[in-house]
């Protein structure tokens, strides 16, 4: 059994668990944005899928920042 199989995803669940905290945080969810930035022990390829997965919402906007981090944006829809 490889131990590659196994990491892979622990590490792209890990880092969609502490990006989902942010963006659910009060502070996030009161302003509709959240500032998110990879750690250094988070794989590139994770976090450049987690941010193509975000960016395919509806309503969601990501803007990159100079400083390395990336603002998310998004609208709450008015029910009809």
Do not use: H
């Not at 890990?14 to 905290?21: E, P, S, T, W, Y």
């Not at 659910?24 to 941010?51: C, G, M, Y």
């Not at 997965?53 to 029910?79: M, S, Y």
């Amino acid at each position: 059994m490889s131990t590659n199989a196994v990491s892979a995803p622990a590490s792209y669940d890990r880092l969609a668990m502490r990006i989902q905290k942010i963006i659910n945080s009060p502070t996030a969810q009161k302003s509709r944005s959240a500032l998110l930035f990879r750690l250094s022990d988070d794989p590139e390829d994770d976090w450049s899928q987690l941010l193509e997965e975000i960016a395919e919402n509806d309503n969601v906007t990501l803007a990159w920042r100079d400083d390395g981090g990336v603002q998310v944006f998004w609208t709450v829809p008015k029910d009809d």
